[in-house]
């Protein structure tokens, strides 16, 4: 319960013991309080003052408050938002004050326990099976089913990048709790309250999970670019470079939690939950699909412009783009720019080395899949055999394939400059003569202007739309 009283707060907390919290003794209320400032005053120094007894006549104490400093109700950051009131150098300062938290925050292998893949795992587990009961009641059933698909798919090939995660030092005893209504921006910055306090395990977390928190809550305010700021600028205070999918899959989990908690509140005969539980839905498996982990072989002869479209791609999408004429010459230790030009199947385009650079080719891609990148492999393709081992690699991931074709090829062969390929027109034609028939990869017409190429791969690899927003890395927003 919250008093109000002149420009203060206290806050008493009810006799209540719920399992996960337990609040049923003077004894354990006062601890609780201590806790709450304690750990609150990491983020808002001069808003908690401390804890007050209240006391009997005779001088012994009955319970205990947290004494805050009040904060105006016209400043709380989902009042701006909702009612269009600037709010971006708020929103920069907060990420700014949040990644000088985690810095400073307490580390530990207690702590980093709490970040492994297999935590996480369990915390969505558990959400499911908490969920489960409301298929069809509260949330819709084919919702829920494909969230929890994507989410352990994810999970599932992408151990070394929580590792990594750890090994950084991103795994933090955050605030765990980082919603619009609990943020308050005032003239001289923002204040961050009311931190997840009665479980040190729920706080334990990666920040960026913290971060995707209120990332998650400005999109269900109605203000997606406001989260795709935020998100740069907490990138770009912690320093923080990490892979969109993982961004995606930390701001679904957080939705997919409050809609747990929409399911849970319409169970107890909140009819109006039951919209929550879908919007909050929707948002994590909009964030899913849009982080789905992707494969994209890009093929076709020499001249089809496969080379340039992967450029493009990348460029759009944020993917690492893997060239197998680069990676050829780079195992054959000769530069790019040099010419290694040899008639067809000789010098370093025998069977051999084309198996040696297809294999390095996908080693690579194995480990960056396995870190949450999304990878484009820019080669011929014209070997049934080496689209299937690519393919292996796709348990865990969305694999795309394209073959760029134009009768512009030859022309194209003629009269480019000389650059990494070495492949002429000859050579094309004897790869055309060859090349296995590759039924299930979408053709690409490569004879217009890139941007029309790029629009074409870009309805194949993000079919729905799939989110045009977060799908690069966070791009820092000027100002």
Known sequence: MVFFVGDRAFKLKKPVNLGFLDFSTRDRRERACHREVELNRRFSPDVY?????????????????????????????????ETGVPTAGALRAIARLLAGAHAAAPRGDHISAEGTRDA????????????????????????????????????????????????EGRVVDGHG???????????????????????????????LDDASFLCMDLERLGAPG?????????????????PPSLRHHYVAYRAFVRAKVACLRWGQGETGAATAAGRYAEIALRHLKAGAVTLVLVGGLPGTGKSALSE???????????????????????????SAAAAFGAGIYTAFWNRRTYAEMLKRAT?????????????SWTSAQLRADAAALSDNADLIALDC?????????????????????????????IADPWPDAT???????????????????RPTGADHVWQRRPQIPPG
């Not at 319970?63 to 109700?73: F, I, K, S, T």
């Not at 009311?194 to 920040?207: E, I, K, M, S, Y």
């Open 226 to 242: 406001l989260a795709e700021h935020f998100a740069a600028w907490y990138a770009e205070y912690a320093a923080d470079p990490s």
């Open 120 to 167: 996480l795992r369990g915390r969505w587990t558990d959400s499911f099976d908490q969920v489960r009961p409301f298929h069809g009641r509260a949330i819709d059933i084919g919702e829920a089913t494909e969230i929890e698909w994507l989410a352990l798919r994810f999970l599932d090939g992408r151990e070394p990048l929580f590792n990594a995660r750890i090994h």
């Open 177 to 207: 709790d980082l919603m619009a209504d609990d943020i308050f921006c005032l003239d001289d910055g923002p204040r961050i309250l009311d931190c997840l306090d009665f479980d040190d395990h729920l706080r334990w977390l990666d920040g």
């Open 405 to 433: 074709q134009t009768p512009l090829a030859e022309e194209r062969l003629r009269t480019r400059a000389p650059g990494v390929s070495d492949a002429d027109a000859a050579i094309a034609a004897r790869m055309a003569e």
């Open 443 to 461: 053709l690409i017409d490569t004879s217009g202007p890139i941007e029309s190429s790029v629009e074409s791969a870009l309805r194949v690899i």
């Open 367 to 379: 480990r960056l899949l396995s870190y949450g990148e999304s990878v484009i492999l820019d080669a």
């Open 312 to 338: 493009a791609l990348g460029d759009q999408l944020g993917f690492t783009v893997i060239n197998s004429d680069r990676i050829r010459k780079e195992l054959a230790d000769i530069s790019p720019d040099i």
């Open 49 to 81: 003052l401390g804890v007050a007894d209240v006391s009997l006549s005779s001088g012994e104490p009955m319970d205990h408050l947290v004494v805050m400093r009040r904060m105006p109700a016209d400043r709380r950051l989902s009042h701006l938002v």
